[in-house]
Structure formats: C-alpha cells, structure tokens
Nanobody, 115 residues
Framework: QVQLVESGGGLVQPGGSLRLSCTAS????????MAWYRQAPGKEREFVAT???????NYADSVKGRFTISRDDAKNMAYLQMNSLKPEDTAVYFC?????????WGQGTQVTVSS
C-alpha cells in the first residue's frame, strides 16, 4: 500500500520558518520525482516546488529564494524548508510522488502564517 504522509505544519509568525516532511512508503522512492503543492482556502491547488530523482529542483516564482526542497532517498523522505514566511503562504501543503506510471498524493498538512 502506497502512503505519503506529510508532517511539520503548524502556526508560525510572519518572517518565521517551518520545515515540512513527507514520508513515503510502498514505492521505490529513488525513482520518483517529488513535489510540494499547496491549496489556500477558496483557491485552486498550486505548484510550489519539485525535485527530480536526480536532484534537479524547480520552484514557483512566489517561493523562489525563500523555500528549499530536498530529499533523502535513504530515508524515503522529501522536505520543504520554508523561510521568511508570509501570510499569503497560509495553505494546506501536499506532497506528491510522480512516477513514470503512477502519481500519488498525501493528505496534506496545514501551515498558517499569522501574528
């Protein structure tokens, strides 16, 4: 059974930092591209960042320079380090595993940026 489980969300003040984690099971993690998406209330789900199986990264313009995506294949985990958080970063953050034939999503973790 494939599972992607996000953790690390919470409430943080503007300018603060959080690190999200995504733990994968049931897949050959090494060959999957991993990505983070987010969905704010009343808005469409949007792309945040991706890292390929060989470590190439790409970011949405809105988070470039503030967020960093990484992965640890030995632990079957992907991460999203979020710095200089803004209220507009408030959303549910989802982990996505993208394979050649399969595509999996986690349940999401809430991030709230507020003073």
């Amino acid at each position: 059974q494939v599972q992607l489980v996000e953790s690390g969300g919470g409430l943080v003040q503007p300018g603060g930092s959080l690190r999200l984690s995504c733990t994968a099971s049931g897949i050959d993690f090494r060959i999957y591209n991993m990505a983070w998406y987010r969905q704010a209330p009343g808005k469409e789900r949007e792309f945040v960042a991706t890292i390929t199986s060989i470590g190439v990264t790409n970011y949405a313009d809105s988070v470039k320079g503030r967020f960093t995506i990484s992965r640890d294949d030995a632990k079957n985990m992907a991460y999203l380090q979020m710095n200089s958080l803004k209220p507009e970063d408030t959303a549910v953050y989802f982990c996505r595993g993208i394979g050649a034939r399969n595509d999996y999503w986690g349940q999401g973790t809430q991030v709230t940026v507020s003073s």
